[in-house]
Nanobody, 119 residues
């Protein structure tokens, strides 16, 4: 069982920055961030591999968001810069213990943290 604890959400203005944190109880294979806006489906934001540190991003956040990890703390961060109103959503941290055909199997999810960006 993997426990994930998120923090760092809040209310900011367009153009501001926020950093989300996700502390995992154990090291996993891949950690990801997802988000879900009201009335929309959950969507992928970014992911990072614990080993090697390779990253991937959704096109909508490339150049603005950066995912990183602290191996010693089993913690993953999502640095969000130049936030836009369309970034408003509940952000979820997710952990994958296995990767199948290069697709992480996200079996564990955090409780979510609200990010609200006002225009």
């Amino acid at each position: 069982q993997v426990q994930l604890v998120e923090s760092g959400g809040g209310l900011v203005q367009a153009g501001d920055s926020l950093r989300l944190s996700c502390a995992a109880s154990v090291r996993t294979d891949v950690m990801g961030w997802f988000r879900q806006a009201p009335g929309k489906e959950r969507e992928f934001v970014a992911a990072i591999a614990w080993t090697g540190g390779s990253t991937s991003y959704a096109d909508s956040v490339k150049g603005r968001f950066t995912i990183s990890r602290d191996n010693a703390k089993n913690t993953v961060y999502l640095q969000m810069n130049n936030l836009k109103p369309e970034d408003t959503a509940v952000y979820y941290c997710a952990a994958a213990l296995v990767v199948v055909a290069r697709v992480p199997k996200y079996d564990y999810w955090g409780q979510g943290t609200q990010v609200t960006v006002s225009s």
